[in-house]
């Protein structure tokens, strides 16, 4: 495949994947994996299970900071700048119109019961990446990090507790746990 195929399919598949994954965050992860890793081959699955840590826990938006992951993998420093660009475009498009037409969309029955559909379809995509990040915790066989996900979810579900605090701790709980193996091996 030539350069410029390769770099016109990266936008255009940018473009594809932006404007159709609406709730954006988790749900651009199976996009991502079915067009990137599944048809092209072009990483693998735990790669792009790195590049959504990484994505999460960069500043801005984790739909577009994955793309520009995937981007700069796939095509170096020209790949960000195309991926960038392209899964910007599809949401400030559609931001854009809503804004204009922000009376008449509300007031649309048809629009809200389309939106109320989409959100089980979100509901299920995150699920589904939530299933394969904890299949990946339990690959590396650590009885820490397999109980900090039920003392997580625990935490957010039943007590209420915000999510910073929840991460806080869990980071805390792994640099002790690391510092304390670092001395016992030294």
């Not at 350069?3 to 404007?19: D, E, M």
């Not at 996009?31 to 299970?49: A, Q």
């Not at 959504?52 to 900071?65: F, L, R, T, W």
Request: net charge positive; aromatic share 12%; with cysteine.
């Amino acid at each position: 495949m030539s350069k410029i195929r390769f770099y016109s399919w990266l936008a255009g598949i940018n473009l594809f994947i932006s404007t159709f994954t609406f709730g954006g965050g988790y749900v651009v992860v199976p996009m991502i994996r079915k067009y990137f890793v599944e048809k092209k081959g072009l990483f693998t699955n735990d790669e792009l299970i790195q590049m959504a840590a990484v994505a999460q826990s960069s500043p801005g938006a984790i739909a577009i900071n994955l793309s520009v992951l995937a981007g700069k993998k796939v095509a170096g420093t020209l790949g960000v700048f195309i991926s960038a660009i392209c899964a910007v475009i599809p949401p400030l498009v559609i931001i854009g119109l809503i804004s204009n037409w922000y009376a008449a969309f509300a007031a649309n029955q048809a629009v809200m019961a389309v939106l109320k559909g989409m959100q089980a379809c979100v509901a299920a995509l995150i699920i589904d990446i939530v299933i394969d990040m904890y299949q990946l915790i339990r690959q590396e066989n650590s009885k820490l990090l397999s109980a900090l996900v039920p003392i997580a979810f625990i935490g957010n579900a039943f007590f209420n507790l915000n999510v910073i605090y929840i991460l806080l701790f869990s980071v805390g709980i792994c640099l002790l746990h690391t510092y304390f193996q670092q001395t016992r091996e030294a």
